[in-house]
């Protein structure tokens, strides 16, 4: 058997090893209730929907709204903001939703343009899921004032907020009361809790029982590889304190399945249950799949202390297909995201699919992304593009990615199919093949394995073949940032006179 023979048998090989792994990693992790990247959940219930947002971080639009009428399956309805607040630069943190005489409220965080700092501003509607107008900043205390909550007490409204950077104090949660509004503090902030051990706490929630008032908090490191986030809880007879812990060391914080829980809210069944909405990491996605949506039922011992039971999907769901249809006919899963600090893309859906074109910051070498949220680890991205109407100049095709230095992609240049990564701010060919002449579409297929590996392939007729990278097998790719997951996703980096069809994308799970 000569070389060539060899090489082509191992590619076939090769390729039907890759159709087994993805088919048998599919039923290797399991579903949140909430998949994919959901950090800091907050939860209302209304006429019988639950309502639920996320934390967004750099990806633009801003803050995922999802619905559920069950707690158990959810579906995304669209975003708090289409465009950041004018006040606000970046970091995109802890949304909370607040209901009073008539109007939604959305508090969240977000870093202040003219000098960095954490503040926390406020949204508000007459619906729960839609119209949300920016209101301004509520807090801004201190080098960070992040993770509101808001206490009612009688008619009275309180804020509470993580705090640091006051004085040579620890990271402490701080109250205030707050205008009948909503809108502003109008008393002097007080001390709730302080982070005297030094182990971070944060994303405080609050629930009245039996005379107490009971602080729920997140305590540790809440995000990465080495992150040891659990859930604690503290109590007092009044709102002001002093609180005392109540409980176990860790009320929530690993199982079999999910690490580093924490940074919840509570919402009242229509069952009066007390359920707990919450984030943590699989411990098979971990950072790339991110801090997923997860849920626990509250109950109380005789002597009050809290008991979590984790819920697990009723169906214990795994992950299959992520289906986008790309045609003006159709109009399902349409929530791309995008990392609005450095991308502005512009996007029409047309008979022939979707039309990708717009502008990259000076320092984004990237391009641009549009992007989804991962439902697993390991996983395939395929996209058909369509060469008679995109800009030969222009590179487009498939993309992973984390941030504008952590990327990686396939794509369609001229003749060429381009195999690339993000190295030190410059985009890097790692792997290139010709495409057969006159060819009219090209279709693409970008893969990220369990071990954070890439491999890029073209397809030709029913066949796909893979790009010879210089990269080695055994070496991952540095894609995810420290608080969000990398996404699979459409890319396109030309002028602004250039543009990429895209004829059709999924994403195998």
Known sequence: MNFLTQRFLYRIGLSMLLQIVITSVTFGQWAAMIPGDFPDPTVILV???????????????????????????????????????????????????????????????????????????????????????????????????IDAFVVKEDDRLFMTWKAYGLDERPIEILGSELSSDGLRLIGEPFSLLQDTAKVGIEGQSFLKHNGYYYMFYAAGNCCGLHCDYHVQAVRSRTLKGPYERVGTDVLLGENEDWKCMGHGTFVKSAEDKIFYLLHGYSKTGNVYTGREGLLAQLDWSASGEPIFTFIQPENKRRYQKQDVALKASTSNGRFWQWDFRYAAPQFTYRPEGLWLTG???????????????????????????????????????????????????????????????????????????????????????????????????????????????????????DLPPWDRSPRPGLHFSGSTEEHAVFRAFEVVN
């Not at 406020?122 to 920016?134: G, K, L, N, Y």
């Open 359 to 477: 502008t990259s910051a000076e320092d984004n070498r990237a391009g641009i992304a549009l992007t989804i949220r991962p439902l697993r680890k390991a996983y395939q991205a395929i996209a058909a593009i369509d060469l008679t109407n995109s800009s030969v100049g222009a590179l487009k095709g498939l993309v992973i990615y984390g941030d504008k230095d952590r990327a990686v992609g396939v794509g369609i240049l001229e003749d060429k199919a381009i195999f690339w990564r993000m190295e030190k701010g410059v985009r890097r060919t790692i792997g290139e093949s010709t495409l057969p002449k006159y060819a009219k579409e090209a279709t693409l297929r970008l893969v990220l394995d369990e071990d954070g590996h890439c491999s890029a392939f073209t397809k030709t007729a029913s066949t796909w073949t893979e790009i010879e990278s210089l990269v080695p097998e055994d070496q991952a790719y």
């Open 47 to 145: 006429d019988g929907t639950y309502f639920a947002v996320g934390t967004s971080s750099e990806w633009g639009p801003h803050f995922p709204i999802y619905m559920s009428t069950d707690l158990q399956n959810w579906e995304q309805q669209g975003f708090v903001f289409s465009e950041p607040p004018a006040w606000a630069a970046s970091s995109f943190w802890a949304p909370e939703y607040f209901y009073h005489d008539g109007v939604y409220y959305v508090y969240y965080s977000a870093k202040r343009k003219s000098d960095g700092v954490s503040c926390i501003g406020v949204a508000t509607s007459r619906f729960p899921d839609r119209d949300f107008v920016d209101r301004g900043i509520v807090v801004a205390y201190g080098s960070e004032s």
